[in-house]
């Protein structure tokens, strides 16, 4: 059956999830998209995708059997949720209100969700121009990286009207694990401010517990076997502390994603007065990443700025 939105809502209700089939697209098939787009097909849901470059749409609709548009308006033509995971600030607006955009394509009643990381301010400007078309906008950013994205575990972070947000928490459960409102529009983003100013830091300390250990003559990996089960432990220690010991970085979160959150928290902290001392030195350290040729690499790279003499 196809989604219309009293049945979806009285489905989700019964805890029928499962049998809920809806229309949607996925604007966006990267590191993150390209997964998430795919489990929604494996979901049975009807999804036809829009990438800039055409050949990861093309490539996507061959492994998963959807459908590939050429624009972002046709993708979202008849859909009920367009689901949206680009780079940046500019992508959206550009995806969402550009030449031949979703805007273009979508008719009133559809939903926007959308995944990537941006600031709460451009999360809110979207919605309201929406609004007076009435499609609803919901800022729905994730955490667990590629891993969570591949494994459909992620965590999502929403902001927007409750109602719709129940109406696509069964949609997004494909590839989530956890979901959550958190507020209205923008809080979302927010969460996500917190999540990253929290990674942030322990990945600095994880780099130096790590830069000690081998000055010290330890051996990086049992130590680690060792602390994880302490008060050390984070998802950061479990998952990074062997490709740092090994000093592999070429994979997982971009340090140039990860440069462009911190900038648009440590923006948002400088409207609300909050005090980001660590964010802003590890924010620095990234920038030296940068600087050693890391755009593209892990976070966890921060190690290799400290061994890199
Ligand atoms: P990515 O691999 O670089 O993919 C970005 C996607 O956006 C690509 O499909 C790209 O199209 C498209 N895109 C970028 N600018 C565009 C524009 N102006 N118009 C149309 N399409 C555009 O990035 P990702 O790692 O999937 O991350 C996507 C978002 O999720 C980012 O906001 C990131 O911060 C966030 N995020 C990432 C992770 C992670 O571990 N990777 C974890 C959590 C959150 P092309 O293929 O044509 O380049």
Redesign the pocket.
Known sequence: MLFNCSLFVKLAKNKQETEVMANVAF???????YPMAGHLAKAGHQVQVY???QA?ARAWAEEYGGKWRATAAEAAAGCDIVFI????D??LR??VLGEQGITEGVSPGTILVD????SADVARELSRILKCRQVDFIDA??????AG?VNGTLTVMMGGNAETIDKVTAVISAYARCSRRMGEVGAGQLTKMVNQICIAGVVQGLAEGLHFARKAGLDGEAVVDVIRHGAAQSWQMENRYQTMWQGEFDF???ID?MR??LGIALDEARRNGSTLALTALVDQFYADVQAMGGNRWDTSSLLARLEKN
């Open positions: 604007i966006g098939l990267g590191v993150m998209g990438n800039r470059t990861k995971c680009v780079g940046n500019d992508d550009q995806v995944h990537t990381t941006t950013p994730v955490s667990g990286g590629q994205a997982g979160f971009a994603w462009k959150d």
